[in-house]
């Protein structure tokens, strides 16, 4: 945890940005939504998916806001903290980089849902590390819903998700990479039965205050029925390709 790392005159601007984009966006009906989201065009179809999800990723972002998520971590010392950190490795600015709201279950048009435990590798990459700076633009993890994750290092990780390269049989619902995990053991059960519960954490944040995470970190939405408010989070991903995994 990175407490006040991000200046919140900064996280204003975006929070500002972001909410005349969702905006713009859920002004459109349901039918018009829907009529996008039927889209034969595939880039189309995937960026009006994303949007429903409240994802608005930096490549969207940055032509429409005229500035970039990456600001966060390139004016607070982040960019150049992961630099020294890693020396080994050059630095690459993640593709995958996106905002989200989430609120209570009641799905709404660009919102998202509390969301269980996964790893980001089981969607995006595995074969290199990625850090992902988790920066709400609101206080968060009282009273609006944060972010829980089990502190386990990369290779523990690695190990008790049996990750295989090669892959299992997929199952009827896997995609992307998730035939490369037994994703099965990040299901609540599995994880009180394997002593995994013992090691989540879910921190309050003030505005300012940023999580940094691996791609192969578990985490999952902090959500209680108290939490009545709505966050905004982005999520700034820096790539290493040549650091070890």
């Known amino acids: 945890m990175l407490r006040n790392a991000v200046d919140r005159g900064l996280l204003l601007k975006y929070s500002n940005s972001l909410n005349e984009l969702f905006s713009k966006y859920s002004a459109l009906s349901p039918t018009d939504f829907e009529q996008r989201l039927n889209t034969a065009d595939p880039v189309e179809r995937d960026f009006w998916e994303q949007i429903r999800l409240s994802?608005?990723?930096?490549?969207?972002?940055?032509?429409?806001?005229?500035?970039?998520?990456?600001?966060?971590?390139?004016?607070?010392?982040?960019?150049?903290?992961?630099?020294?950190?890693?020396?080994?490795?050059?630095?690459?600015?993640?593709?995958v980089c996106n905002s989200r709201r989430v609120t209570d279950?009641?799905?709404?048009?660009?919102?998202?849902?509390?969301?269980?435990?996964?790893?980001?590798?089981?969607?995006?990459?595995?074969?290199?590390?990625?850090?992902?700076?988790?920066?709400?633009?609101?206080?968060?993890g009282i009273e609006a819903p944060?972010?829980?994750?089990?502190?386990?290092?990369?290779?523990?990780?690695?190990?008790?998700?049996?990750?295989?390269?090669?892959?299992?049989?997929?199952g009827p619902t896997?995609?992307?990479?998730?035939?490369?995990?037994?994703?099965f053991k990040m299901q609540d059960t599995a994880l009180q039965e394997h002593n995994m519960l013992r090691h989540v954490w879910a921190p309050a944040f003030?505005?300012?205050?940023?999580?940094?995470?691996?791609?192969f970190t578990m985490h999952a939405t902090h959500h209680t029925p108290s939490m009545t408010m709505p966050r905004t989070s982005i999520e700034v991903r820096i790539d290493?390709?040549?650091?070890?995994?």
């Open 240 to 245: 290493l390709p040549s650091a070890a995994i």
């Open 105 to 140: 279950n009641q799905v709404q048009q660009v919102w998202d849902r509390p969301i269980e435990f996964h790893i980001d590798a089981q969607f995006f990459y595995d074969h290199m590390l990625s850090l992902n700076f988790w920066t709400p633009l609101t206080p968060c």
């Open 55 to 95: 994802h608005i990723f930096d490549r969207t972002f940055r032509p429409l806001a005229g500035y970039s998520y990456f600001e966060i971590v390139r004016t607070s010392g982040l960019w150049d903290l992961t630099s020294r950190a890693f020396p080994e490795s050059a630095l690459a600015e993640s593709a």
């Open 174 to 183: 896997d995609f992307a990479r998730m035939n490369r995990f037994r994703c």
């Open 146 to 170: 944060g972010i829980k994750v089990i502190l386990l290092g990369v290779k523990a990780t690695k190990d008790f998700l049996e990750y295989n390269p090669d892959g299992y049989v997929p």
């Open 206 to 215: 003030s505005l300012g205050d940023v999580l940094a995470f691996t791609n």
